[in-house]
Protein backbone atom coordinates (compact mmCIF):
# COMPACT_ATOMS: atom_id res chain seq x y z
CA UNK A 1 0.00 0.00 0.00
CA UNK A 2 2.69 2.59 0.99
CA UNK A 3 4.41 1.65 -2.26
CA UNK A 4 1.44 2.34 -4.12
CA UNK A 5 0.98 5.78 -2.62
CA UNK A 6 4.12 7.09 -3.42
CA UNK A 7 4.16 8.11 -6.88
CA UNK A 8 0.88 10.37 -5.69
CA UNK A 9 2.67 11.58 -2.77
CA UNK A 10 5.45 12.97 -5.52
CA UNK A 11 3.04 14.46 -7.66
CA UNK A 12 1.16 16.56 -5.34
CA UNK A 13 4.60 17.76 -4.11
CA UNK A 14 5.63 18.05 -7.71
CA UNK A 15 2.38 19.89 -8.59
CA UNK A 16 2.33 22.39 -6.39
CA UNK A 17 5.46 23.89 -7.48
CA UNK A 18 3.85 24.96 -10.37
CA UNK A 19 1.34 27.09 -8.83
CA UNK A 20 4.45 28.71 -5.99
CA UNK A 21 6.90 29.57 -9.00
CA UNK A 22 4.23 31.29 -10.46
CA UNK A 23 3.39 33.77 -7.63
CA UNK A 24 7.26 34.12 -6.77
CA UNK A 25 8.11 35.29 -10.21
CA UNK A 26 6.21 37.94 -9.67
CA UNK A 27 9.11 39.41 -7.75
CA UNK A 28 12.02 37.54 -9.19
CA UNK A 29 13.97 36.93 -11.89
CA UNK A 30 13.50 32.66 -13.13
CA UNK A 31 17.19 32.38 -12.85
CA UNK A 32 17.76 33.80 -9.77
CA UNK A 33 14.85 31.81 -7.97
CA UNK A 34 16.03 28.60 -9.09
CA UNK A 35 19.31 29.42 -7.77
CA UNK A 36 18.26 30.98 -4.82
CA UNK A 37 15.83 27.94 -3.78
CA UNK A 38 18.76 25.21 -4.46
CA UNK A 39 21.58 27.18 -2.56
CA UNK A 40 19.08 27.11 0.32
CA UNK A 41 17.63 23.47 -0.39
CA UNK A 42 21.92 22.14 -0.21
CA UNK A 43 22.50 23.96 2.66
CA UNK A 44 19.41 22.62 4.71
CA UNK A 45 19.69 18.93 3.45
CA UNK A 46 23.89 18.36 4.58
CA UNK A 47 23.34 20.48 7.95
CA UNK A 48 20.56 17.74 7.83
CA UNK A 49 22.90 15.37 7.14
CA UNK A 50 25.31 16.29 9.27
CA UNK A 51 23.53 16.27 12.52
CA UNK A 52 22.56 12.17 11.35
CA UNK A 53 26.69 11.81 11.37
CA UNK A 54 26.43 10.41 7.41
CA UNK A 55 29.14 8.54 6.25
CA UNK A 56 30.18 9.79 2.77
CA UNK A 57 33.38 7.32 2.12
CA UNK A 58 31.05 4.44 1.02
CA UNK A 59 29.35 6.69 -2.07
CA UNK A 60 32.76 8.67 -2.89
CA UNK A 61 32.86 6.96 -5.65
CA UNK A 62 29.27 8.25 -6.96
CA UNK A 63 29.44 11.46 -6.38
CA UNK A 64 30.08 13.04 -9.96
CA UNK A 65 27.24 10.44 -11.56
CA UNK A 66 25.19 12.10 -8.85
CA UNK A 67 26.51 15.58 -9.41
CA UNK A 68 25.78 15.03 -13.19
CA UNK A 69 22.15 13.66 -12.29
CA UNK A 70 21.51 15.98 -10.45
CA UNK A 71 22.57 18.59 -13.24
CA UNK A 72 20.19 17.52 -15.33
CA UNK A 73 16.95 16.49 -13.35
CA UNK A 74 17.78 19.50 -10.68
CA UNK A 75 19.75 22.37 -12.62
CA UNK A 76 18.31 21.92 -16.47
CA UNK A 77 14.65 20.91 -16.07
CA UNK A 78 14.42 24.04 -13.45
CA UNK A 79 16.42 26.43 -14.87
CA UNK A 80 14.58 26.05 -18.21
CA UNK A 81 11.55 25.58 -16.98
CA UNK A 82 10.85 28.92 -15.08
CA UNK A 83 12.21 30.76 -17.67
CA UNK A 84 9.07 29.42 -19.72
CA UNK A 85 6.95 29.95 -16.97
CA UNK A 86 7.23 33.57 -17.21
CA UNK A 87 5.18 33.35 -20.00
CA UNK A 88 3.73 30.27 -19.92
CA UNK A 89 0.69 29.17 -17.85
CA UNK A 90 1.46 26.40 -14.65
CA UNK A 91 -1.06 23.92 -16.60
CA UNK A 92 1.08 24.16 -19.78
CA UNK A 93 3.98 23.74 -18.27
CA UNK A 94 2.89 20.71 -16.39
CA UNK A 95 1.15 19.16 -18.87
CA UNK A 96 4.44 19.26 -21.63
CA UNK A 97 6.48 17.97 -18.32
CA UNK A 98 4.07 14.13 -18.12
CA UNK A 99 5.84 13.55 -21.39
CA UNK A 100 8.34 12.53 -19.12
CA UNK A 101 7.09 9.30 -18.66
CA UNK A 102 6.57 7.71 -22.16
CA UNK A 103 10.15 8.99 -22.97
CA UNK A 104 11.83 7.50 -19.81
CA UNK A 105 9.69 4.28 -20.44
CA UNK A 106 11.13 3.91 -24.02
CA UNK A 107 14.18 4.68 -23.39
CA UNK A 108 14.54 2.75 -20.13
CA UNK A 109 13.63 -0.75 -22.33
CA UNK A 110 15.92 0.61 -24.67
CA UNK A 111 19.00 1.41 -22.59
CA UNK A 112 18.68 -0.35 -19.32
CA UNK A 113 17.28 -3.52 -19.92
CA UNK A 114 13.81 -2.47 -18.08
CA UNK A 115 10.73 -4.73 -18.78
CA UNK A 116 7.40 -2.81 -19.23
CA UNK A 117 4.06 -6.08 -19.11
CA UNK A 118 1.10 -5.44 -21.25
CA UNK A 119 -0.51 -3.43 -18.49
CA UNK A 120 2.20 -1.35 -17.90
CA UNK A 121 2.42 -0.67 -21.29
CA UNK A 122 -1.31 -0.38 -21.87
CA UNK A 123 -1.47 2.09 -18.79
CA UNK A 124 1.38 4.18 -20.68
CA UNK A 125 -1.01 4.65 -23.58
CA UNK A 126 -3.82 5.50 -21.08
CA UNK A 127 -1.39 8.32 -19.78
CA UNK A 128 -0.25 9.46 -23.04
CA UNK A 129 -3.77 10.10 -24.23
CA UNK A 130 -4.59 11.70 -21.14
CA UNK A 131 -1.85 14.22 -21.82
CA UNK A 132 -2.59 14.71 -25.43
CA UNK A 133 -6.44 16.02 -24.69
CA UNK A 134 -5.15 18.64 -22.63
CA UNK A 135 -1.84 19.38 -24.49
CA UNK A 136 -1.33 23.15 -25.43
CA UNK A 137 -0.95 24.40 -29.28
CA UNK A 138 -0.73 27.87 -28.85
CA UNK A 139 2.30 28.37 -26.94
CA UNK A 140 5.36 30.19 -28.26
CA UNK A 141 7.80 28.57 -30.04
CA UNK A 142 10.43 29.96 -27.86
CA UNK A 143 8.71 28.61 -24.60
CA UNK A 144 8.27 25.43 -26.23
CA UNK A 145 12.08 24.77 -26.79
CA UNK A 146 12.62 25.80 -23.12
CA UNK A 147 9.75 23.05 -22.15
CA UNK A 148 11.56 20.42 -24.40
CA UNK A 149 14.89 21.14 -22.62
CA UNK A 150 13.50 21.06 -19.37
CA UNK A 151 12.01 17.61 -20.64
CA UNK A 152 15.35 16.04 -21.14
CA UNK A 153 16.66 17.30 -18.15
CA UNK A 154 14.25 15.41 -16.32
CA UNK A 155 14.30 12.06 -18.58
CA UNK A 156 17.51 12.55 -18.91
CA UNK A 157 18.89 12.94 -15.45
CA UNK A 158 16.56 9.80 -14.30
CA UNK A 159 17.60 7.51 -16.62
CA UNK A 160 21.10 8.44 -15.62
CA UNK A 161 20.76 8.16 -11.87
CA UNK A 162 19.13 4.84 -12.67
CA UNK A 163 22.05 3.74 -14.47
CA UNK A 164 25.16 4.89 -12.63
CA UNK A 165 24.02 5.56 -8.92
CA UNK A 166 21.80 2.16 -7.70
CA UNK A 167 22.21 1.66 -4.02
CA UNK A 168 22.69 5.11 -2.75
CA UNK A 169 20.33 6.03 0.15
CA UNK A 170 17.75 8.02 -0.92
CA UNK A 171 18.37 11.30 0.86
CA UNK A 172 22.07 11.40 0.64
CA UNK A 173 21.24 10.87 -3.09
CA UNK A 174 19.20 13.86 -3.19
CA UNK A 175 21.25 15.80 -0.97
CA UNK A 176 24.25 15.49 -3.65
CA UNK A 177 22.14 15.87 -6.57
CA UNK A 178 20.63 19.46 -5.51
CA UNK A 179 24.24 20.16 -5.72
CA UNK A 180 24.52 19.46 -9.16
CA UNK A 181 21.66 21.69 -9.54
CA UNK A 182 23.01 24.31 -7.62
CA UNK A 183 25.83 24.41 -9.79
CA UNK A 184 23.80 24.30 -13.13
CA UNK A 185 21.54 27.07 -12.21
CA UNK A 186 24.42 29.51 -10.59
CA UNK A 187 26.26 29.16 -13.92
CA UNK A 188 23.24 29.78 -16.00
CA UNK A 189 22.29 33.17 -13.83
CA UNK A 190 25.83 34.23 -14.29
CA UNK A 191 25.91 33.47 -18.27
CA UNK A 192 22.23 34.59 -18.88
CA UNK A 193 20.47 36.73 -16.87
CA UNK A 194 20.94 40.35 -14.58
CA UNK A 195 18.84 38.91 -11.83
CA UNK A 196 16.68 41.03 -10.06
CA UNK A 197 15.03 40.33 -5.98
CA UNK A 198 11.84 42.32 -4.67
CA UNK A 199 11.77 40.36 -1.41
CA UNK A 200 7.95 40.02 -0.46
CA UNK A 201 5.85 37.64 1.65
CA UNK A 202 4.25 36.21 -1.25
CA UNK A 203 8.27 35.01 -3.01
CA UNK A 204 9.33 34.58 0.76
CA UNK A 205 6.55 31.25 0.69
CA UNK A 206 6.87 30.64 -2.70
CA UNK A 207 10.34 30.34 -1.91
CA UNK A 208 10.42 28.12 1.20
CA UNK A 209 7.62 25.96 -0.23
CA UNK A 210 9.39 24.84 -3.20
CA UNK A 211 12.31 24.17 -0.90
CA UNK A 212 11.07 22.20 1.20
CA UNK A 213 8.09 20.71 -0.16
CA UNK A 214 9.81 20.48 -3.66
CA UNK A 215 13.12 20.21 -3.66
CA UNK A 216 14.02 18.04 -0.27
CA UNK A 217 10.82 16.16 0.74
CA UNK A 218 9.58 15.36 -3.11
CA UNK A 219 12.80 14.63 -4.68
CA UNK A 220 13.50 11.97 -1.48
CA UNK A 221 10.43 10.44 -2.56
CA UNK A 222 11.19 10.46 -6.05
CA UNK A 223 14.56 9.13 -5.37
CA UNK A 224 13.06 5.99 -3.51
CA UNK A 225 10.83 5.09 -6.03
CA UNK A 226 14.28 5.42 -8.35
CA UNK A 227 16.20 3.32 -6.52
CA UNK A 228 13.55 0.66 -5.44
CA UNK A 229 11.57 0.52 -8.53
CA UNK A 230 13.07 1.76 -11.50
CA UNK A 231 13.20 4.98 -13.82
CA UNK A 232 10.06 3.87 -15.63
CA UNK A 233 7.75 3.79 -12.73
CA UNK A 234 9.70 6.94 -11.18
CA UNK A 235 9.03 8.67 -14.23
CA UNK A 236 5.23 7.02 -14.13
CA UNK A 237 4.05 9.68 -11.37
CA UNK A 238 4.34 12.08 -13.55
CA UNK A 239 1.25 10.85 -15.35
CA UNK A 240 -0.88 12.34 -12.04
CA UNK A 241 0.96 15.84 -12.09
CA UNK A 242 -0.87 17.59 -14.98
CA UNK A 243 -4.63 17.31 -13.47
CA UNK A 244 -3.14 17.98 -9.99
CA UNK A 245 -1.04 20.98 -11.15
CA UNK A 246 -4.16 22.64 -12.78
CA UNK A 247 -6.53 22.23 -10.25
CA UNK A 248 -4.16 24.22 -7.85
CA UNK A 249 -3.32 26.30 -10.10
CA UNK A 250 -7.23 27.14 -10.72
CA UNK A 251 -7.55 27.71 -6.62
CA UNK A 252 -4.45 29.65 -6.28
CA UNK A 253 -3.86 31.33 -9.66
CA UNK A 254 -7.55 31.56 -10.94
CA UNK A 255 -6.01 29.73 -14.13
CA UNK A 256 -9.01 27.92 -16.07
CA UNK A 257 -9.91 24.57 -15.74
CA UNK A 258 -11.52 22.67 -18.81
CA UNK A 259 -13.72 19.69 -19.07
CA UNK A 260 -10.73 18.52 -21.16
CA UNK A 261 -8.61 18.72 -18.37
CA UNK A 262 -10.80 16.67 -16.51
CA UNK A 263 -10.79 13.98 -18.71
CA UNK A 264 -7.09 13.86 -19.00
CA UNK A 265 -6.77 13.73 -15.54
CA UNK A 266 -9.05 10.24 -15.43
CA UNK A 267 -6.89 9.21 -18.43
CA UNK A 268 -3.74 9.79 -16.26
CA UNK A 269 -4.82 8.38 -13.63
CA UNK A 270 -5.73 5.03 -14.68
CA UNK A 271 -2.42 5.24 -16.67
CA UNK A 272 -0.52 5.88 -13.62
CA UNK A 273 -2.47 2.72 -11.71
CA UNK A 274 -2.11 0.40 -14.45
CA UNK A 275 1.90 0.75 -14.73
CA UNK A 276 2.03 0.58 -11.10
CA UNK A 277 -0.04 -2.30 -10.38
CA UNK A 278 1.10 -6.00 -10.16
CA UNK A 279 -1.14 -8.83 -9.97
CA UNK A 280 -1.61 -11.05 -6.61
CA UNK A 281 0.61 -14.14 -7.07
CA UNK A 282 -1.66 -17.32 -5.32
CA UNK A 283 0.03 -20.08 -3.59
CA UNK A 284 0.10 -23.34 -6.17
CA UNK A 285 -0.64 -26.38 -4.17
CA UNK A 286 0.24 -29.71 -5.73
CA UNK A 287 -2.52 -32.44 -6.11
CA UNK A 288 -1.96 -35.25 -3.59
Known amino acids: MLSALLPFGFALCWASSYAAAKIGLVDISPLAFVAIRLVIAAVATFAILALRKTDWRAMADKWPHLLVGGALAHGLALT ?3 VALVTVGATPT ?3 HAFNPILTAALGVLLLGETFRWWQWLGAGLGLIGVLIGVPHDTGEGALVLLVLSLVGLSGGTLYLKAFCGGVPPFE ?3 VQIVGGMLFSLAALAAFETPHVHWTMSLVEAMAWNTIVMSIIGMAIYNVILIRYGAARAASAFFI ?3 AAAVMAWLTLGEHLSSLMLIGLAFATCGVA ?3 WRPLRMP ?3 AR
Open 284 to 286: FRR
Open 94 to 96: ALV
Open 80 to 82: TAH
Open 241 to 243: VPG
Open 173 to 175: ATA
Open 274 to 276: LVW
